[in-house]
């Protein structure tokens, strides 16, 4: 069985910084591009960057300048690192693994990001 697990989340004032990191197993993780994804309270799940198998990244607007994505194939870990953190980053922030080739989405349990004002 797949497994997803995200680490690093947890409370931060606002301008802080926080990394994420999400490791998985029982996954081909080179052949699958992988995400971050956020849920606020009362808001749908909204993409947060993605890195392709290759390397090729993608953020949302509200993020760019100060998230970065990276992977890390030989150790089977995606991180998020977050800077200049503002109260609206404030959510769950969930892991996705996805296989194009089969159209699979693999998710992780989510973190909690809670950034003070």
């Known amino acids: 069985q797949v497994q997803l697990v995200e680490s690093g989340g947890g409370l931060v004032q606002a301008g802080g910084s926080l990394r994420l990191s999400c490791t998985t197993s029982?996954?081909?993780?080179?052949?699958?591009?992988m995400g971050w994804y956020r849920q606020a309270p009362g808001k749908q799940r909204e993409l947060v960057a993605t890195?392709?198998?290759?390397?090729?990244?993608n953020y949302a607007d509200s993020v760019k300048g100060r998230f970065t994505i990276s992977r890390d194939n030989a150790k089977n870990t995606v991180h998020l690192q977050m800077t200049s953190l503002k109260p609206e980053d404030t959510a769950v922030y969930y892991c996705n693994a996805h296989h194009s080739s089969t159209w699979t989405d693999y998710w992780g349990q989510g973190t909690q990001v809670t950034v003070s004002s």
């Open positions: 029982r996954i081909m993780f080179s052949t699958v591009a």
């Open positions: 890195i392709t198998n290759g390397g090729m990244t």
